[in-house]
């Protein structure tokens, strides 16, 4: 095994449920190798979630931010642009992040979403990608993936619904959806 790190690009896109899961599980390993892991939320909010909780116990060298406002509602244009300011800050958190070279990890998560929703241009995640270092690992997360983040990606997963607990009503669940 090499000591060499070539930091790769994940993405966990689609319809099935698991897309942060599996952003959280390779954080926690590389946290657990010793790396400095950022998460960064694009659209939760408000929420009080487990993988918070979790951090905050876990300590030093891994921290998680949510930058997003909660549910969005597309028929108000007051809360679309502070939506879309928020998503902004998110961006330019993420810029400062890589620029430092203090992280070998930093998540965003629902990021895609972000682009679907014109909250953010693709563009800008795309330029983001593209100034890395080298070393940085970089996981981007939600439905939707955008053609030119898959052709950027070193690894692309898509999950896959086959069945989920909303279509027979049960609502999120704590410790499975947040």
Same mark, same amino acid.
């Given at each position: 095994?090499?000591?060499?790190?070539?930091?790769?690009?994940?993405?966990?896109?689609?319809?099935?449920?698991?897309?942060?899961?599996?952003?959280?599980?390779?954080?926690?390993?590389?946290?657990?190798?010793?790396?400095?892991?950022?998460?960064?939320?694009?659209?939760?909010?408000?929420?009080?979630?487990?993988?918070?909780?979790?951090?905050?116990?876990?300590?030093?060298?891994?921290?998680?931010?949510?930058?997003?406002?909660?549910? &969005? +509602?597309?028929? /108000?244009?007051?809360?679309?642009?502070?939506?879309?300011?928020?998503?902004? !800050?998110?961006?330019?958190? $993420? @810029?400062?992040?890589?620029?430092?070279?203090?992280?070998?990890?930093?998540?965003?998560?629902?990021?895609?979403?972000?682009?679907?929703?014109?909250?953010?241009?693709?563009?800008?995640?795309?330029?983001?990608?593209?100034?890395?270092?080298?070393?940085?690992?970089?996981?981007?997360?939600?439905?939707?993936?955008?053609?030119?983040? &898959? +052709?950027?990606? /070193?690894?692309?997963?898509?999950?896959?619904?086959?069945?989920?607990?909303? !279509?027979?009503?049960?609502? $999120? @669940?704590?410790?499975?959806?947040?």
């Amino acid at each position: 095994m090499s000591n060499d790190t070539t930091g790769l690009v994940l993405v966990f896109t689609g319809e099935g449920k698991g897309k942060t899961t599996a952003a959280l599980g390779t954080a926690l390993r590389a946290w657990g190798q010793g790396m400095k892991v950022l998460f960064l939320q694009f659209i939760k909010g408000s929420w009080h979630t487990g993988e918070q909780k979790a951090f905050a116990k876990l300590g030093n060298n891994i921290e998680i931010h949510q930058l997003g406002l909660g549910f &969005i +509602d597309f028929n /108000d244009e007051n809360q679309m642009l502070q939506h879309r300011q928020a998503a902004q !800050q998110g961006i330019k958190m $993420a @810029q400062a992040a890589i620029a430092s070279g203090e992280y070998q990890m930093i998540v965003l998560d629902e990021i895609n979403y972000a682009i679907a929703y014109r909250l953010v241009e693709a563009t800008a995640v795309v330029e983001l990608i593209k100034t890395k270092p080298q070393h940085l690992h970089i996981i981007l997360t939600g439905r939707e993936a955008s053609a030119e983040i &898959i +052709d950027l990606a /070193d690894l692309v997963t898509k999950m896959e619904m086959i069945k989920h607990p909303y !279509q027979k009503g049960i609502t $999120a @669940q704590k410790g499975i959806e947040f």
